[in-house]
């Protein structure tokens, strides 16, 4: 069984920085991209990183590029988002989600339960 | 970057109607789209992939089509545990993969 979970959410100050990490199992880790996903307290969903199979090529949102780096190892199963720069509107729970494709780019298939990242002085 | 638009935002059915849930992309994207449902205080769960293939484990009761640029959930026969939140998201070619606004599901 697919099992991701997610950690790491806490209250963080405006131009703080975060590391959030999600642990996998249930599947061969390295064969899959991963996906960030995050959602805003009441609002939709909202697309944030995904990075491939062994690392080698990351991709993100227009309203994260340069402040988060995305990150995994591969060896302990673990996949991470790097926030700096956190300002009030990253302010969302945070989905690790597996992408359904082997050694591809598709959507996310099996999600985590999320974790509240909170930015506020 | 590719914009996706759901309608209706929000739609009121009783048990047992058949609803449809419209997503409409800015640009051509094939068959990549896929449908999720959430439910509050939960994680997204992927429903339909490929614009109208079944995920493992979801009833009939849901199907999906579209190609191109319009795409359509279908929900017959409603039942209690179907009143959620339903989203869209493409994921043509590389990223970003946007997702739809959502559209709230809830009971007349």
């Known amino acids: 069984e697919v099992q991701l979970v997610e950690s790491g959410g806490v209250v963080v100050q405006p131009g703080g920085s975060l590391r959030l990490s999600c642990a996998a199992s249930g599947f061969k880790f390295d064969d899959y991209s991963m996906h960030w996903v995050r959602q805003a307290p009441g609002k939709g969903l909202e697309w944030v990183s995904l990075i491939n199979w062994d690392g080698g090529r990351t991709y993100y949102a227009d309203s994260v590029k340069g402040r988060f780096t995305v990150s995994r190892d591969n060896s302990k199963n673990s996949l991470f988002l790097q926030m700096n720069s956190l300002r009030s509107e990253d302010t969302a729970f945070y989905y690790c989600?597996?992408?359904?494709?082997?050694?591809?780019?598709?959507?996310?298939?099996?999600w985590g339960q999320g974790t509240l990242v909170t930015v506020s002085s | 970057d590719i914009q996706m638009t759901q309608s209706p935002s929000s739609l009121s059915a009783s048990v047992g109607d058949r609803v449809t849930i419209t997503c409409r992309a800015s640009?051509?994207?094939?068959?990549?789209l896929a449908w999720f449902q959430q439910k509050p205080g939960k994680a997204p769960k992927s429903l339909i992939y490929?614009?109208?293939s079944l995920q493992s484990g979801v009833p009939s009761k849901f199907s999906g089509s579209g190609s191109g640029t319009d795409f359509t959930l279908t929900i017959s026969s409603l039942q209690p545990e179907d009143f959620a939140t339903y989203y869209c998201?493409?994921?043509?070619?590389?990223?970003?993969?946007?997702f739809g606004q959502g559209t709230k599901l809830e009971i007349k």
């Open positions: 640009q051509g994207i094939g068959n990549h």
């Open positions: 998201q493409q994921y043509n070619g590389y990223p970003p993969y946007t």
């Open positions: 490929d614009a109208s």
């Open positions: 989600a597996k992408d359904q494709s082997r050694r591809g780019y598709n959507y996310g298939d099996h």
